[in-house]
Protein backbone atom coordinates (compact mmCIF):
# COMPACT_ATOMS: atom_id res chain seq x y z
CA UNK A 1 0.00 0.00 0.00
CA UNK A 2 1.29 3.06 -0.77
CA UNK A 3 0.57 6.43 1.02
CA UNK A 4 0.58 10.71 -0.26
CA UNK A 5 2.58 12.92 1.41
CA UNK A 6 -0.91 14.49 3.33
CA UNK A 7 -1.65 10.71 4.00
CA UNK A 8 1.82 10.23 5.95
CA UNK A 9 1.42 13.83 7.39
CA UNK A 10 -1.86 13.03 9.39
CA UNK A 11 -0.29 9.30 10.05
CA UNK A 12 2.74 10.70 12.14
CA UNK A 13 2.57 14.14 12.91
CA UNK A 14 5.28 14.99 10.71
CA UNK A 15 4.45 18.39 8.60
CA UNK A 16 4.04 18.11 5.04
CA UNK A 17 6.59 21.08 4.79
CA UNK A 18 9.12 18.60 6.94
CA UNK A 19 8.54 15.61 4.56
CA UNK A 20 9.51 17.80 1.61
CA UNK A 21 12.49 18.67 3.37
CA UNK A 22 13.93 15.22 3.89
CA UNK A 23 13.40 14.28 0.18
CA UNK A 24 14.94 17.56 -1.02
CA UNK A 25 18.27 16.35 1.42
CA UNK A 26 17.93 13.08 0.42
CA UNK A 27 17.04 11.61 3.90
CA UNK A 28 13.65 10.47 3.26
CA UNK A 29 13.09 9.51 -0.60
CA UNK A 30 9.27 8.67 -1.71
CA UNK A 31 8.84 5.04 -3.18
CA UNK A 32 7.86 7.06 -6.27
CA UNK A 33 6.70 10.15 -7.79
CA UNK A 34 3.80 10.17 -9.97
CA UNK A 35 3.37 12.01 -13.72
CA UNK A 36 1.60 14.63 -12.07
CA UNK A 37 4.33 15.24 -9.32
CA UNK A 38 2.69 13.48 -6.41
CA UNK A 39 5.15 12.03 -3.85
CA UNK A 40 4.21 8.05 -2.46
CA UNK A 41 5.42 6.38 0.11
CA UNK A 42 5.24 2.58 0.94
CA UNK A 43 6.30 0.37 4.09
CA UNK A 44 9.77 0.71 3.52
CA UNK A 45 9.79 4.37 3.64
CA UNK A 46 7.24 4.68 6.73
CA UNK A 47 9.87 2.30 8.63
CA UNK A 48 12.69 5.08 7.75
CA UNK A 49 10.66 7.93 9.18
CA UNK A 50 10.03 5.90 12.07
CA UNK A 51 13.60 5.51 12.46
CA UNK A 52 14.52 9.33 11.94
CA UNK A 53 11.86 10.31 14.09
CA UNK A 54 13.36 8.28 17.10
CA UNK A 55 16.72 9.91 16.23
CA UNK A 56 14.92 13.45 16.56
CA UNK A 57 13.58 12.57 20.15
CA UNK A 58 17.27 11.76 20.46
CA UNK A 59 18.30 15.26 19.90
CA UNK A 60 20.12 14.29 16.71
CA UNK A 61 20.23 16.98 13.86
CA UNK A 62 18.93 15.92 10.40
CA UNK A 63 22.67 15.93 9.44
CA UNK A 64 23.52 13.00 12.39
CA UNK A 65 20.26 11.54 11.30
CA UNK A 66 21.68 11.04 7.94
CA UNK A 67 25.18 9.65 9.04
CA UNK A 68 23.84 7.02 11.73
CA UNK A 69 21.45 6.02 8.98
CA UNK A 70 24.25 5.09 6.49
CA UNK A 71 26.23 3.48 8.70
CA UNK A 72 23.58 1.25 10.07
CA UNK A 73 23.37 -2.19 8.20
CA UNK A 74 20.21 -3.46 8.86
CA UNK A 75 16.55 -1.85 10.29
CA UNK A 76 17.15 -4.45 13.51
CA UNK A 77 20.94 -2.83 13.92
CA UNK A 78 19.49 0.85 13.99
CA UNK A 79 16.35 -0.17 16.53
CA UNK A 80 18.82 -1.77 18.97
CA UNK A 81 21.08 1.28 18.55
CA UNK A 82 18.33 3.04 19.26
CA UNK A 83 16.79 1.38 22.09
CA UNK A 84 19.91 1.37 23.25
CA UNK A 85 20.64 5.15 23.44
CA UNK A 86 16.50 5.10 24.69
CA UNK A 87 17.21 3.38 27.88
CA UNK A 88 20.13 5.90 28.60
CA UNK A 89 17.86 8.28 28.52
CA UNK A 90 15.23 7.08 30.31
CA UNK A 91 18.33 6.23 32.85
CA UNK A 92 19.33 10.05 33.44
CA UNK A 93 15.86 11.03 33.47
CA UNK A 94 15.20 8.38 36.56
CA UNK A 95 18.26 9.52 38.37
CA UNK A 96 17.05 13.55 37.41
CA UNK A 97 13.54 12.31 39.16
CA UNK A 98 15.37 10.63 41.64
CA UNK A 99 17.19 13.54 42.83
CA UNK A 100 14.14 15.78 42.87
CA UNK A 101 12.30 12.95 45.09
CA UNK A 102 15.23 13.01 47.49
CA UNK A 103 14.76 16.78 47.72
CA UNK A 104 11.05 17.28 48.17
CA UNK A 105 11.36 14.44 51.29
CA UNK A 106 14.12 16.30 52.50
CA UNK A 107 12.16 19.64 52.63
CA UNK A 108 9.00 18.23 53.85
CA UNK A 109 11.37 16.39 56.98
CA UNK A 110 12.05 20.06 57.89
CA UNK A 111 15.64 19.08 58.22
CA UNK A 112 18.03 21.81 58.11
CA UNK A 113 21.31 22.26 57.29
CA UNK A 114 24.79 23.14 58.86
CA UNK A 115 25.76 26.50 58.62
CA UNK A 116 28.75 25.80 56.98
CA UNK A 117 26.50 23.99 54.02
CA UNK A 118 24.18 26.73 54.17
CA UNK A 119 26.57 29.53 53.31
CA UNK A 120 28.81 27.27 50.94
CA UNK A 121 28.94 28.39 47.24
CA UNK A 122 25.18 29.43 45.77
CA UNK A 123 22.29 29.91 47.56
CA UNK A 124 19.33 28.96 46.99
CA UNK A 125 18.41 31.71 44.17
CA UNK A 126 21.78 31.45 42.79
CA UNK A 127 20.96 27.78 42.18
CA UNK A 128 18.02 28.74 40.35
CA UNK A 129 19.75 30.75 38.44
CA UNK A 130 22.40 28.45 37.19
CA UNK A 131 19.70 25.33 36.60
CA UNK A 132 17.42 27.56 34.93
CA UNK A 133 19.23 26.51 31.26
CA UNK A 134 18.96 23.05 32.13
CA UNK A 135 15.86 23.05 33.94
CA UNK A 136 14.22 24.88 31.02
CA UNK A 137 15.91 21.92 28.55
CA UNK A 138 14.89 19.15 30.60
CA UNK A 139 11.20 20.33 30.96
CA UNK A 140 10.67 21.11 27.09
CA UNK A 141 12.51 17.83 26.09
CA UNK A 142 11.33 15.26 28.70
CA UNK A 143 8.81 16.85 30.90
CA UNK A 144 10.88 17.27 34.13
CA UNK A 145 10.56 20.45 36.09
CA UNK A 146 13.28 20.91 38.35
CA UNK A 147 12.04 24.10 39.63
CA UNK A 148 9.31 22.05 41.30
CA UNK A 149 11.66 20.56 43.48
CA UNK A 150 13.21 22.25 46.69
CA UNK A 151 17.00 22.87 46.19
CA UNK A 152 19.28 22.25 48.88
CA UNK A 153 22.05 24.74 48.51
CA UNK A 154 24.81 22.58 50.13
CA UNK A 155 23.99 18.97 48.85
CA UNK A 156 24.43 20.66 45.63
CA UNK A 157 27.53 22.71 46.76
CA UNK A 158 29.12 19.37 47.48
CA UNK A 159 28.49 17.62 44.49
CA UNK A 160 29.26 20.59 41.77
CA UNK A 161 32.24 20.44 43.73
CA UNK A 162 33.16 16.99 43.35
CA UNK A 163 31.61 16.96 39.61
CA UNK A 164 33.91 20.00 38.81
CA UNK A 165 36.86 18.14 40.60
CA UNK A 166 36.25 15.12 38.33
CA UNK A 167 35.65 16.98 34.49
CA UNK A 168 38.64 19.04 35.17
CA UNK A 169 41.06 16.38 35.76
CA UNK A 170 39.69 14.60 33.11
CA UNK A 171 40.13 17.55 31.22
CA UNK A 172 43.51 17.94 32.39
CA UNK A 173 44.16 14.34 31.47
CA UNK A 174 43.06 14.68 27.70
CA UNK A 175 44.74 17.94 27.10
CA UNK A 176 47.91 15.84 28.18
CA UNK A 177 47.14 13.15 25.66
CA UNK A 178 46.87 10.16 28.69
CA UNK A 179 44.97 7.50 27.78
CA UNK A 180 41.31 6.74 28.68
CA UNK A 181 42.84 3.76 29.59
CA UNK A 182 45.91 5.09 31.49
CA UNK A 183 45.33 3.93 35.84
CA UNK A 184 45.13 7.61 36.55
CA UNK A 185 42.39 8.03 34.53
CA UNK A 186 40.57 4.81 35.79
CA UNK A 187 40.96 6.27 39.07
CA UNK A 188 39.37 8.61 38.92
CA UNK A 189 36.67 7.14 37.68
CA UNK A 190 36.56 4.60 40.32
CA UNK A 191 36.60 7.56 43.18
CA UNK A 192 34.20 9.51 40.88
CA UNK A 193 31.67 6.63 41.28
CA UNK A 194 32.60 5.63 44.51
CA UNK A 195 31.83 9.47 45.88
CA UNK A 196 28.08 9.41 43.96
CA UNK A 197 27.47 6.13 45.81
CA UNK A 198 28.43 7.36 49.05
CA UNK A 199 26.12 10.31 48.33
CA UNK A 200 22.98 8.80 47.50
CA UNK A 201 22.87 8.34 43.73
CA UNK A 202 23.23 4.61 43.18
CA UNK A 203 25.38 3.96 40.10
CA UNK A 204 27.76 0.83 39.09
CA UNK A 205 30.10 1.04 36.12
CA UNK A 206 27.82 -0.17 33.58
CA UNK A 207 25.09 2.52 34.52
CA UNK A 208 27.89 5.05 34.50
CA UNK A 209 28.97 3.66 30.80
CA UNK A 210 25.07 4.18 29.78
CA UNK A 211 24.94 7.74 31.41
CA UNK A 212 28.35 8.72 29.79
CA UNK A 213 26.81 7.81 26.29
CA UNK A 214 23.73 9.56 26.85
CA UNK A 215 25.83 12.86 27.37
CA UNK A 216 27.91 12.35 24.67
CA UNK A 217 24.77 12.06 22.34
CA UNK A 218 22.66 14.61 23.85
CA UNK A 219 23.26 17.74 22.35
CA UNK A 220 23.00 20.25 24.95
CA UNK A 221 24.94 17.85 27.68
CA UNK A 222 27.37 17.23 25.37
CA UNK A 223 27.67 20.94 24.31
CA UNK A 224 28.07 21.86 28.28
CA UNK A 225 30.97 19.28 27.93
CA UNK A 226 32.69 20.33 24.79
CA UNK A 227 32.74 23.90 25.61
CA UNK A 228 34.88 22.89 28.72
CA UNK A 229 37.13 20.75 26.46
CA UNK A 230 36.86 19.48 23.33
CA UNK A 231 36.67 15.95 22.54
CA UNK A 232 35.80 15.59 26.60
CA UNK A 233 31.97 13.93 26.20
CA UNK A 234 34.27 11.09 24.14
CA UNK A 235 36.74 10.97 26.76
CA UNK A 236 35.01 9.90 29.43
CA UNK A 237 32.62 7.78 27.49
CA UNK A 238 36.03 5.75 26.45
CA UNK A 239 36.82 5.75 29.53
CA UNK A 240 34.04 4.57 30.76
CA UNK A 241 34.08 2.11 28.80
CA UNK A 242 37.38 1.24 29.63
CA UNK A 243 36.24 0.80 33.24
CA UNK A 244 33.16 -1.92 32.48
CA UNK A 245 36.24 -3.40 30.78
CA UNK A 246 38.56 -3.95 33.80
CA UNK A 247 36.08 -4.78 35.96
CA UNK A 248 34.87 -8.15 33.88
CA UNK A 249 38.25 -9.24 33.76
CA UNK A 250 38.73 -8.68 37.28
CA UNK A 251 35.88 -10.94 37.52
CA UNK A 252 36.82 -13.20 34.99
Not at 9 to 32: D, E, F, N, Q, W
Not at 47 to 71: D, G, M, N, P, W
Not at 161 to 176: I, P
Not at 192 to 218: E, I, P, R, V, W
Request: glycine share 4%; charged share 30%.
Amino acid sequence: MEYTVKEVSAMTGVTIKALHYYHKIGLLLPCRVTEAGYRLYGKKELERLQQILFYRELEFSLREIQTALQSESDRITCLKRQQKLLYAQRQRTDSLLDTIRKSIRSALKGETMSEQDLFQGFDQQGWEKALKPQSDYLKENYQIDLKTAEINPGELNEKAAEAKRFMDAMSEALRNQISAADERVQNLVRDHLKFLNDHGTKMDAGQFYHTSQFLSQDQFHRKMMEDQQIGLSYFLLAAAAQHVGNLKNTEE
